[in-house]
């Protein structure tokens, strides 16, 4: 079992910025690729970024690319989202998942073993 519990979700105005934090315990950290995911409110689940287990090799949504960056700190149990630049479309709730199983490049919803209970994201003027 993976407990993941997501922190710095926020209102926020379009150009600002935000870091979202996801605190991991329970099984190794490094066993398990991470991702950000994001879902807006009539609209499925997608992936924002995805990380690696210990490589360090990253995805991310088309999107936001050139804006949010992902990382992890294996020794801390930690994976970030730092979004810059965002704008109202960003808004949604943001969710941490684990996989054990996927790659960053292969993440999609149906891989995550374990979520975490998701933070809201408002970008609006």
């Known amino acids: 079992q993976v407990q993941l519990v997501e922190s710095g979700g926020g209102l926020v105005q379009p150009g600002a910025s935000l870091r979202l934090s996801c605190a991991a315990s329970?099984?190794?950290?490094?066993?398990?690729?991470m991702g950000w995911f994001r879902q807006a409110p009539g609209q499925e689940r997608e992936l924002v970024a995805s990380?690696?287990?210990?490589?360090?090799?990253?995805y991310y949504l088309d999107s936001i690319k050139g804006r949010f960056t992902v990382s992890r700190d294996n020794t801390k149990n930690t994976v970030d989202l730092q979004m810059n630049s965002l704008k109202p479309e960003d808004t949604a709730v943001y969710y941490c998942?684990?996989?054990?199983?996927?790659?960053?490049?292969?993440?999609?919803?149906?891989?995550?073993?374990?979520w975490g209970q998701g933070t809201q994201v408002t970008v609006s003027s």
């Open positions: 998942a684990a996989s054990r199983r996927a790659t960053a490049a292969t993440m999609r919803v149906r891989d995550a073993d374990f």
């Open positions: 329970g099984r190794t950290f490094s066993d398990y690729a």
């Open positions: 990380i690696n287990r210990r490589d360090g090799d990253t």
